[in-house]
């Protein structure tokens, strides 16, 4: 089945540092690619996505780019804030089969920053 | 919009008894709704997939007698943990799909 390795946290940053969260997958076929972010006490919110290789998502500063030879997808940002505190979850979604439509979430990494 | 609901967002209840756990699509429909269970500082675990007016699909390893799911309308999917015990506590997130997944706020559930 599919799985998703995401790099352990938790991590702490101070503001404006430049964030990286490694993320790498295996899944079969060709899936879309999600990064999730859970806030304190609310509910996932997708942050970005990207849909096929070279895409690249982006939203609220936050990018990551689909790299299939790599099977990769990074969370990246140039400069965090404290508002940016919460969990971040890297999930492909799988594509076709019986599985259609189902996302395979990884371990979430706790990110943490001080002004 | 596309917003999901839970209710309640925290329950106890006492070993051997029932509790159901709602979740509602506010302002859209949705076909599909999915129930997750999270375990402190863990990943989150699919449980089900259900669709409007059938039955639902578990996971693997997933008592389907233990974690009755009901998807009787378009807005509206309900998970029931029969016979609860203490290691059923956890919080249990569901999600709905329209065009995208979106995902409710979760129910703490600790089973005494």
């Known amino acids: 089945g599919d799985s998703v390795t995401q790099m352990e946290g938790p991590v702490t940053l101070s503001e404006e540092a430049f964030l990286t969260i490694n993320c790498t997958y295996t899944?079969?076929?060709?899936?879309?690619l999600f990064w999730y972010v859970q806030y304190p006490g609310e509910g996932l919110q997708l942050l970005l996505k990207?849909?096929?290789?070279?895409d690249k998502g982006s939203n609220k500063g936050f990018e990551a780019t689909y790299r299939k030879e790599t099977t990769s997808f990074h969370l990246e940002k140039g400069s965090v804030q404290v508002s940016d505190s919460a969990v971040y979850f890297c999930a492909p979604r799988t594509a076709g089969g019986t599985s259609y439509g189902k996302l395979t979430f990884g371990q979430g990494t706790i990110l943490t920053v001080h002004p | 919009g596309a917003v999901v609901s839970q209710h309640p967002s925290w329950v106890i209840c006492k070993s051997g008894t029932s509790v159901k756990i709602e979740c509602r699509s506010l302002?859209?429909?949705?076909?599909?709704m999915f129930w997750y269970r999270q375990f402190p500082k863990q990943s989150l675990m699919l449980m089900a997939t259900s669709n409007e007016g059938s039955k639902a699909t578990y996971e693997q390893g997933v008592e389907k007698d233990k974690f009755l799911i009901n998807h009787a309308s378009l807005t509206l999917s309900t998970l029931t943990v029969t016979s609860a015990h203490p290691e059923d506590s956890s919080f249990y997130i569901c999600?709905?799909?329209?065009?995208?997944?979106?995902f409710g706020p979760g129910t703490r559930l600790t089973v005494t």
């Open positions: 990207a849909t096929k290789a070279d």
């Open positions: 999600s709905a799909r329209a065009y995208e997944q979106y």
């Open positions: 302002d859209f429909q949705a076909t599909t």
């Open positions: 899944a079969t076929g060709y899936p879309s």
